[in-house]
C-alpha cells in the first residue's frame, strides 16, 4: 500500500531546525482541522494567505482522496505549540461520512508510518507517535485537544490509531529484496546492547546481520534445514536471508521482529544495535 504525496509548498516560510537538527524530526503529532467540509486544496490556499497572521502551519494535510505536503519535512512547522521542536505535523480534513472518514484515517496512518520509517523511529504512543492533545497536556504552550473527538466521532480511540499506524509501518518494512541487490557496505558493525559482536553488510541501504551470530546472542534458536536451505530464528523461517561468503545473512529489520528487539542504527558509526532490554 504507497499513496502519492502532492507537494505544493507555502512559499516563503521560515527554515527553522528542529531541537536536534534539520530533518531530525523525533516523531509525528496528528491533528484535525476541525473545519467542516474543507479539503486539503482549501486548507492549503488558506494557510498561504494566512500563515503569518495566523501564526500557524503544518507539514501536510490529508483529505479522503489525496494528500499535500505544504512545508518541508526537515524544518519544524508552526502546529502544536512546544512540540513543534520535535514533531512533524499532519492534519486530517475533516469528513463528510464514514466512508471518506475511512480514507482519511488511512492515508494519515500511512502517512505518519512513513516519516517515522524514514528516519527508523519506531511507532511508540506518546514519544514518536503523538496527538496535539499529548503535546498540550506534556510540552504545553497550545490549548488544542484534537483529534481526540474528531476520531471519536467515527468511532476510533487514540489507542486505535496508534495501533494502524504500527500495522503501516510494519507493512513498510518488510523486506523487498530483489535479484539485482547489490552490496554497498562491508564494512557496518552489528551489536547488542553495547557490544559490537559481528560485522554486517548493507544491501541497498538495508542493513543485513549475520544471523547464527546475531541470534544466539540475542537468545534466540538459530536453525538451519539442509534439505531446504532454509534458515530459521525461533521457528520462524527468515524471508530476507542473503549468503555471502558462506556466511548467512537476515535483514536485521526481520531478524529485530522475529526476536522481539528494538533496533537503532547509527549513521555516524554505521552501527546496527540490537537492544535486549
Ligand atoms: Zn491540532
Redesign the pocket.
Known sequence: MSYDIHVDLIPDLPSEAYRNGIAAWEGV?I????CPGDSMDSEVSYFKRNWRSRKAF?HAFVDGTSMTQCAKWEFKSW??GNGNNRFI?I?MCSAQSAAEFNEIYKRTCWLAALKLNERKLGVMDGVTLVS?DWVRRNLGG?T?T??IAYLKQWGKSWADMVKDVETAYEALTQPELTSDTHISDRGIQVAVDDHVIAKGILIDGRSYAPIRAIGEALGAEVAWDSKSGLTSVDGTVMKSTVNQDGVTYAWSAELAQVTKKKLEWDGKTKTIYFWNE
Open positions: 503529532c491533528h484535525d482541522t476541525e503544518v502546529g502544536c505535523n492534519e496535539h497550545t488544542h484534537d483529534p
